[in-house]
């Protein structure tokens, strides 16, 4: 039996009002939809329209940034020490060439790149974005970039770009105090947008390292400009849009005299030493050499790992500046300071005499401490004691003095502290005191230091900067300048001159004081070294010792290693009544101070004083 069959019945209002609501949703979702399409519509074109437009001109327009002309440096003279020379590089981006070591063997069949300089290039490859060209070689010959042209499509990805370089047309003469520029690395890129600076250097390769390039860099280094370009679709430029020239960097002159650094260079002949040469009247640093020297230029466009190596291995360490950091025991030459703070504290007087053996003693200590002389000097003042260098005598004055004194008295002349001098290379020196050695060594201060300090030994060390400023100093009867390298800076036509630190001078108890002193340096210049010149100076000698010798033994250059002998200093001026130069010479381990290094100053101040009257003949 078939069951019954359901009949549908339909509900006609039922249905038309479920129409309705479908209807009803669906034009609220069509008026929802054309909502946001007309709200889209808004935000893109009306409030973000810059923002979209610049987006656009992105894709159209190429801005290239435009370095700026480094600014020249020229000695007092107008000499130019620091150059910009047009160069030819060749440039290779890393993801264009397939296979780079194979590329750089066959590239070195028609251009000489050396083993070194290609390791070297792989190696810097690990650091380097693969889109960004990275310099191969960063010296091409006019030659070498015509024979690289006619060869260039075998080379897809490396191209030949032009620029200006540095270049230090003098070498290794005035390195430690130019110092060089060299490529930015990553922490200079790392100090610069910490700073700020950043965007000055997008167009930029180059930063001063060293010296005055680096000191000076903010005015060295100038402001960039651009390029703004149309480009099409494929890169290529259609037209220039907009041009924004860089504004070059300031020209500077500097205190040093170039004929004056010629000297000095040609006066230490390579041996290992120093000269600095100062204006009294106002701080200008004439000439600073240290020696042995290296070049400049080498480290403008990376020098490569083995000469670097052989510059860092090297025994006679030429990256070293020796005129601002190379610490030294005065010795001697600081006898005149010594015999000034005597006078000043009264603990001699210009006539108090010492009776010279050849030895000083502690009272009530059996160890005797030699003079130079062995079998003494015998009646001593303070004037013959500081002619004839008298070891003995300063024993018994820094006895009496105690260090603490004598410490406090030098920081003006400054001894243990850094003298200002506008390059970041320098040191402090040693200017000890008893509270100098507990916090150094934890120790205690014995008299026995002391009477090293007496003759400028034990812990007292001085950089020939130093030594050239306090010279200075004395020269000037206490007037003081920071030593400084620039002179003026160029803008536009003119030459705006630095102004000149002038520091509180050092007032004496007794003024007279520096006649004294003063004048046994001239008797002690002109009693040898200056006997027969058209002009006056002074002058005191040193010899330092580099090792103790133990009492009783005698000091034997031949039979010790020639880095252990003793080095050779003197510190000079002239004139005597209007100085006009001061000096201080060390040369290392060239044993006895007045015949090595006083003929080095005689003739560093005759080029100085004589060179109009050698000039007219």
């Known amino acids: 039996m ?33 909502g946001i399409l007309l709200s889209n519509l808004y935000h893109l074109q009306i409030l973000s329209y810059t923002d979209y437009e610049t987006r656009s001109n992105d894709n159209r327009i190429r801005v290239i940034p435009v370095a700026p002309n480094r600014g020249l440096i020229y000695d007092r003279n107008g000499h130019l020490l620091a150059e910009n020379q047009p160069f030819f590089a060749l440039e290779l981006i890393p993801e264009k060439v397939n296979d780079i070591p194979a590329t750089l063997a066959q590239l070195s069949n028609i251009i000489s790149i050396s083993s070194d300089e290609q ?73 610069l947008q910490q700073s700020g600076e950043w ?4 167009g930029t390769k180059y930063i001063g390292k060293q010296g005055i390039e680096k000191f000076y860099e903010d005015l060295l280094h100038g402001k960039p400009g651009h390029l703004e370009e149309e480009v099409n679709n494929r890169g290529r430029r259609i037209r220039i849009l907009k041009s924004v020239p860089p504004t070059p960097g300031q020209d500077i002159y500097l205190t040093l005299d170039l004929e004056l650094q010629k000297k000095a260079l040609a006066l230490l002949d390579g041996r290992r030493g120093s000269i600095v040469a100062i204006d009294p009247r106002d701080g200008g640093v004439l000439a600073m050499l240290s020696s042995p020297t290296y070049d400049p230029n080498l480290f403008v466009n990376g020098i490569s790992t083995n000469a670097y190596a052989g510059l860092l291995d090297s025994p006679s360490r030429p990256l070293i500046n020796r005129a601002t950091k190379g610490q030294y025991a005065p010795a001697s030459t600081v006898k005149p300071f010594l015999a000034l703070l005597g006078l000043d504290e009264k603990t001699i007087t210009p006539k108090t005499r010492i009776w010279d053996p050849g030895f000083w003693q502690i009272p009530g200590v059996e160890r005797k401490y030699r003079d130079w002389k062995r079998w003494g000097h015998g009646w001593v003042d303070v004037t013959s004691a500081l002619i004839g260098s008298c070891d003995t005598y300063f024993y018994d004055l820094a006895y009496k003095t105690g ?17 200002g001098i506008d390059i970041f290379e320098e040191s402090v020196g040693i200017m000890p005191s008893k509270d100098w050695k507990k916090m150094r060594y934890n120790q205690p201060w014995y008299i026995g230091d002391t009477i090293s300090v007496g003759i400028g030994q034990g812990y007292w060390t001085a950089t020939p900067l130093q030594l050239a400023n306090a010279t200075a100093i004395m020269a000037n009867r206490g007037k003081r300048f920071t030593p400084h390298l620039l002179k003026s800076i160029k803008n536009n036509a003119l030459q705006i001159a630095k102004p000149i630190d002038e520091h509180a001078p050092i007032e004496l108890n007794n003024a007279k004081n520096w006649d004294v ?48 002998r003793d080095n050779a200093l003197v510190i000079a001026y002239a004139p005597y009544e209007n100085p006009e130069i001061a000096i201080a010479v060390v040369l290392e381990n060239a044993g006895w101070g007045g015949a090595n290094a006083g003929p080095v100053a005689r003739a560093l101040l005759d080029e100085y004083m004589l060179r109009d009257s050698l000039e007219q003949k």
């Open 517 to 564: 002193i003063n004048q046994a340096m001239r008797d002690t210049a002109h009693k040898k070294h200056f006997k027969n010149a058209s002009y006056t100076a002074a002058m005191k000698t040193g010899t330092a010792q580099v090792i103790s010798v133990a009492e009783g033994e005698k000091y034997d250059a031949d039979a010790i290693s020639e880095h252990f």
């Open 199 to 202: 965007k000055n250097y997008v």
């Open 119 to 191: 390791d070297d290039f792989i190696k810097s490859l690990k650091y380097h974005r693969r889109f960004k060209p990275l310099t191969l070689k960063s010296h091409v010959t006019e030659e070498q970039v015509a024979v690289f042209s006619v060869n260039q499509h075998k080379f897809p990805g490396i191209s030949v770009v032009a620029g200006l370089k540095r270049h230090y047309p003098y070498n290794g003469l005035i390195t430690h105090a130019l110092g060089y520029v060299g490529r930015i690395n990553d922490k200079d890129k790392q100090v």
């Open 2 to 34: 078939t069951p019954n069959k359901r009949i549908t019945m339909h509900d006609h209002v039922a249905e038309a009002s479920l129409f309705k609501r479908r209807a009803l949703f669906t034009f609220v979702c069509v008026v929802t939809l054309l």
């Open 403 to 419: 260090v603490n004194k004598i410490a406090s008295f030098m920081q003006p002349f400054g001894f243990g502290e850094r003298v």
